[in-house]
Nanobody, 116 residues
Framework: HVQLVESGGDSVQAGRSLRLSCSAP????????LAWFRQAPGKEHQGVAV?????????SYADFVKGRFTISREHSKNTVYLQMASLRPEDTAVYYC?????????WGQGTQVTVS
């Protein structure tokens, strides 16, 4: 059963921007953290960004997206976003959102991002 639903994936040119969204019911949105992962064909699953459900909405990013990607939350919509800028071909992957603590119990089906 899929609790999180990603959207916003598309095919774009290198250097362009794209915003991914992940909608979740309250019981998943209110968990310890929300995160974005990605997996490209033939490559391992990679963590991309995390936002914690604390008062500061603490974030953490993989080195390969720092300065380019921004994770954020919009409480009124139970949604987490991944704003991606300066996209590169190596960013091509299926992007997944996840929620939970340890482990991340809830996952979406993924949304395809293709950069060429």
């Amino acid at each position: 059963h899929v609790q999180l639903v990603e959207s916003g994936g598309d095919s774009v040119q290198a250097g362009r921007s794209l915003r991914l969204s992940c909608s979740a019911p309250g019981y998943t949105y209110s968990t310890y953290c929300l995160a974005w992962f990605r997996q490209a064909p033939g490559k391992e699953h990679q963590g991309v960004a995390v936002i914690f459900n604390d008062d500061k909405r603490t974030t953490s990013y993989a080195d390969f997206v720092k300065g380019r990607f921004t994770i954020s939350r919009e409480h009124s919509k139970n949604t987490v976003y991944l704003q991606m800028a300066s996209l590169r071909p190596e960013d091509t992957a299926v992007y997944y959102c996840a929620a939970g603590g340890s482990p991340l119990d809830y996952w979406g089906q993924g949304t395809q991002v293709t950069v060429s």
